[in-house]
């Protein structure tokens, strides 16, 4: 357990966040496919970690643990790796989230995958063998990670890949930040509609390539939330103005209702995060977050410790992430004296009351809700039970935050 006693923000400390996990572990695929590319900046997430071992693996079975994304990612992969078969299975809750709209657009195009547990999710035996067909439905109301899985193998398909999507996109900026580092790596790619093109690509097209990772905005965002609730100036590197990952909108969001202004020094590859004196917050916060819905945690818990009323929408993929977030929210926002309703897509506030006297924050194996809950101890003492789930995405959170804090 995490004991965050009540602190005070030390203002103008900079922070250096690794990688991005989101383009790191795309990265590695590509690399482990093409072997034209070397990267730097790569997350030092146990994520990132996993994936990287398990596409070194020898092994038949790949045991990936809690990470959805080399679950999802290395389905795929495995699907075209000729003549060899493979078990992936996973943890007790990775077994528990759903990847049927994947294995189904794979097996329409003649890989066989067989469920080794319950239909529909994980463990699966994967048969690699040659794609020739090149056109396959997918439904995108799961997961934006699926169709990213296809677009990371399509350019070594043969015939290369046509995905029509099947529903309202979730997290579109995901499949565009895809796109956008196979358009860098030379592979040819357009987005028109629901329906996403990407031509075979032969190796010796182009010479190796260097991708610096851009640091993650996720892990960006709880340091938008103790500057909100701090009122301190906060600096973050590796970070650049035009970036592709979603949740930069963080930026915009935060100076939106939190007065939360963002300054980028480009030559440096630094921004600030800058509290705007005199700011007004806003009587309510009205947000749907369809395209950013991995920083919603963070943007609940810097309201409740505002106590700005909120109504965020567009959060149906959270209920299979890690753990069900908005269910894990609604019972951890009550300790901090926030009441909420949910829905299977949507969370709002309801009342604002006192915070419980001894605030232990259960993380459910969310590294995200561990993060999230963190800035509130600008307001109270609290507990985070299970610190070290934060290695997920983020392993040196809590040694970057001690950076920043000091007793009041």
């Known amino acids: 357990m995490k004991k965050l006693e009540k602190q005070k923000l030390i203002g103008n400390k900079t ?10 572990n795309r990265l590695l695929i590509l690399e482990s496919l093409f072997s034209n590319i070397e990267i730097g900046n790569l997350s030092n997430s146990q994520d990132t970690q996993l994936l990287k071992k398990a596409l070194s693996s020898e092994c038949e079975t790949i045991d990936i643990h809690h990470a959805g994304t080399a679950m999802r990612f290395l389905t795929s992969y495995f699907s075209i790796q000729e ?10 809750r990775m077994k528990e989230r759903p990847i049927k709209n994947l294995v189904t657009a794979l097996q329409n195009l003649d890989v066989e995958i067989e469920y080794l547990g319950n239909e529909g999710f994980p463990p699966l035996k994967i048969k690699g063998r040659k794609i020739t067909r090149s056109k396959v439905d997918v439904p995108v109301n799961i997961s934006s990670q699926f169709i990213t899985s296809l677009l990371l193998i399509a350019g070594k398909l043969e015939n290369g890949l046509e995905i029509n999507l099947v529903g309202e996109v979730t997290s579109r900026s995901y499949i565009e930040m895809t796109l956008d580092i196979l358009t860098k790596f030379g592979i040819k790619n357009r987005f028109i509609g629901n329906t996403i093109i990407v031509e075979s690509f032969v190796n010796d097209q182009q010479s190796g390539i260097t991708y ?14 103790f500057a909100a609730i701090g009122r301190e100036t906060i600096h973050l590197k590796s970070f650049y103005k035009e970036s592709t990952q979603g949740d930069s909108a963080i930026a915009n969001i935060y100076e939106k209702f939190f007065g939360i202004k963002t300054i980028f020094m480009e030559e440096e590859h630094q921004l600030s995060v800058q509290p705007i004196e005199n700011f007004q917050f806003p009587e309510k916060i009205v947000l749907d977050m369809n395209n950013c819905p991995d920083i919603a945690q963070t943007l609940c818990v810097t309201a409740a410790a505002l106590k700005i009323p909120f109504e965020i929408s567009g959060l149906g993929t959270l209920k299979v992430k890690e753990t069900d977030r908005l269910s894990a929210l609604h019972n951890e926002l009550k300790k901090l004296g926030t009441e909420t309703e949910i829905s299977d897509s949507t969370i709002r506030s309801v009342s604002f009351n006192n915070p419980e006297e001894n605030i232990a924050i259960k993380t459910y194996q969310d590294h995200r809700m561990a993060m999230s809950f963190a800035p509130f101890c600008l307001i109270k003492e609290l507990t985070i039970e299970d610190e070290d789930v934060v290695e997920k995405s983020y392993p040196m959170f809590w040694k970057d935050l001690s950076e920043l804090l000091t007793l009041k």
């Open 83 to 92: 003549g060899k078969t493979t078990i992936l299975t996973g943890s007790g």
């Open 15 to 24: 922070i250096q966040i690794s990688g991005s996990k989101s383009i790191s």
């Open 212 to 225: 610096e990772v851009e640091s993650d905005w996720s892990s960006a965002s709880y340091f938008y939330s």
